[in-house]
């Protein structure tokens, strides 16, 4: 994914480059320099971007499909709102503001008005302590608010929050945190995918979808690579070791049983998470 937006911002990029040399060089006709492209310079640029781009579909994303599967919303699933006062190191701060994200992206396309205003209060109480307060602002809420009725905005809104939240992080060389924020946000996204119903298995799209969350959960342990050294990222990728042996044993579909042992190791990662 991250190399995907990378790749449709470098026409942009080299849009920009062209932009500025002719400007250059129409400066600089009459002393017969020119300055070039520097095409490392944009490798560079575009490294950056793509350091910063979230790496895996956002929690919003992820709930758009169970909207789109047309399962009720079940009241009681996700994190209580009263949990977020029990963290206090920001590492199980980050991975909750994660899943907080994933709770209220849950609420937000169910339109579930209330429950919208608690996680949201819950939300920014994390990111206030992450010293984010300034992303999920009065003005935010707002533009949720608007667009109660349209979907696909909400879902741009809420995505939007979550790629600033990432980019911030990584900005202020907390790369560890920002991951562990898209972690936390994984792991309650499929954790509300696999109890939408009492059987999830029975829900028809839903092995689609936990099929398609195996490449993000790939895509994580790839991006995490560079940090797996680090004590904070070394510890959750610990706790995610259940699902990744149940993924690994997978083919190109799913019984029954997998989607019971995927439910199963979710529920157990989760709860050492939200503790």
């Not at 509300?192 to 993000?216: F, M, P, W």
Request: glycine share 6%; charged share 25%.
């Amino acid at each position: 994914m991250k190399k995907t937006i990378a790749a449709l911002l470098l026409p942009l990029l080299l849009a920009g480059f062209v932009i500025i040399t002719s400007n250059t060089s129409c400066r600089n006709r009459g002393t017969g320099e020119q300055k070039k492209i520097d095409m490392n310079e944009a490798d560079t640029i575009l490294n950056q971007i793509e350091k910063k781009v979230y790496p895996l579909p956002t929690s919003a994303e992820v709930i758009k499909m169970l909207t789109d599967l047309e399962v009720g919303y079940i009241f009681g699933i996700s994190n209580p709102v009263e949990n977020s006062k029990k963290y206090i190191k920001s590492t199980d701060r980050a991975i909750n503001l994660g899943g907080y994200g994933a709770d209220l992206s849950y609420a937000t396309l169910y339109n579930m008005q209330q429950e919208v205003l608690n996680y949201l209060s819950a939300l920014r109480s994390l990111a206030n302590e992450l010293n984010m307060s300034q992303i999920y602002d009065e003005s935010w809420y707002e533009k949720i608010r608007k667009n109660f009725d349209n979907r696909d905005e909400l879902v741009k809104i809420l995505t939007e929050a979550f790629q600033s939240t990432y980019a911030y992080l990584v900005e202020n060389n907390q790369e560890t945190l920002a991951l562990l924020v898209v972690g936390g946000a994984w792991v309650e996204g499929m954790y509300l995918t696999t109890h939408v119903s009492e059987a999830a298995y029975q829900v028809a799209g839903i092995s689609r979808n936990l099929l398609e969350q195996k490449e993000a959960f790939n895509t994580f342990l790839e991006v995490t690579k560079p940090y797996e050294n680090e004590e904070d990222i070394s510890n959750f990728l610990a706790i995610l070791e259940p699902i990744k042996k149940v993924y690994e044993g997978l083919g190109t579909s799913l019984t029954q049983q997998n989607i019971i042992d995927i439910t199963k190791a979710i529920e157990g990662i989760r709860a050492q998470i939200i503790k």
